[in-house]
């Protein structure tokens, strides 16, 4: 009797530490100067989008490969979850990443410019 909200905790602990994975990947990286504005949301739009690139290697079994398709399917899908709460995650995470924005070098902010003419 004193068991039966123990299915239930496990559950939320694991959605607790299988959310918002972005967010986290965002926090620990240290490229660029700190984390980036929503950049937990960046991070899984990107990976969406590598996902979605992938092809199966060559020479795989037919079985292999509907196995490779349907592993595709469900990281996208953890992916698509993991976005808004991503969102959550980078908004209560705001404030460390304005202060990682505004106390980077001027330099490497500017790394990524597309419209840079200086080289």
């Known amino acids: 009797m004193r068991y039966r909200f123990l299915p239930p905790a496990l559950g939320a602990a694991l959605l607790v530490g299988l959310s918002g994975c972005g967010t986290m990947e965002n926090l620990v990286t240290k490229e660029k100067g700190g984390p980036a504005v929503y950049g937990g949301v960046s991070a899984d739009f990107k990976t969406c989008q590598k996902i979605l690139k ?31 709460i991503s969102t959550v995650g980078d908004t209560l995470t705001l404030p460390f990443a304005l202060v990682g924005a505004t106390s980077a070098p001027a330099q490497t902010a500017r790394e990524d410019d597309p419209f840079d003419d200086e080289e």
């Open 54 to 84: 992938e092809e199966p290697p060559d020479g795989l079994h037919p079985g292999a490969k509907s196995l490779h398709s349907h592993s595709k399917a469900v990281r996208f899908c953890c992916r698509m979850i993991d976005m808004p």
